[in-house]
């Protein structure tokens, strides 16, 4: 290979990289929660979010979806995540299409580094009462 060769190569690799690590992060904060939801549920918790969460338990169980279900029910009753909620609802964009195949062009309105999904999933859990898990 060309040096010319050697260093697209190493820049592919590293978008790559940049994407798997983007993916994970989004990965692990929707499964964060997800697993506070079905915590919630199961502890019968007695917040407002607690007792919306039963009653999307009642209709979905686990079929619930991030977006539509669990992150508008945090804005519904804590109205001081709703600027987090929306940052990490642009982020999910990135997710839905690294996890579905990456073949369209994708509309994310910013470029994401692995640090700034990083980031955006910690401002989230920052203003998310009650919810770990997240490292």
């Not at 407002?48 to 969460?53: F, L, W």
Request: net charge positive; aromatic share 10%.
């Amino acid at each position: 290979m060309t040096k010319e060769e050697v260093t697209v190569y190493f820049e592919d690799t590293r978008r790559e990289l940049d994407a798997a690590a983007s993916l994970l992060a989004l990965a692990e904060a929707e499964a964060v929660l997800r697993v506070d939801y079905l915590s919630r549920v199961q502890r019968k918790a007695k917040d407002p979010v607690g007792r919306a969460y039963r009653e999307l338990y009642k209709d979905r169980a686990a079929s619930v979806r991030l977006d539509e279900d669990l992150l508008a029910t945090w804005v519904a009753h804590h109205a001081e995540c709703k600027s987090a909620v929306s940052e990490f609802r642009a982020a999910l964009n990135l997710r839905h299409w690294l996890a579905h195949g990456r073949y369209w062009t994708p509309k994310l309105g910013r470029a994401y580094a692995p640090k700034d999904v990083f980031e955006i999933a910690e401002r989230l859990f920052a203003k998310l009462p009650g919810v770990t898990g997240w490292s």
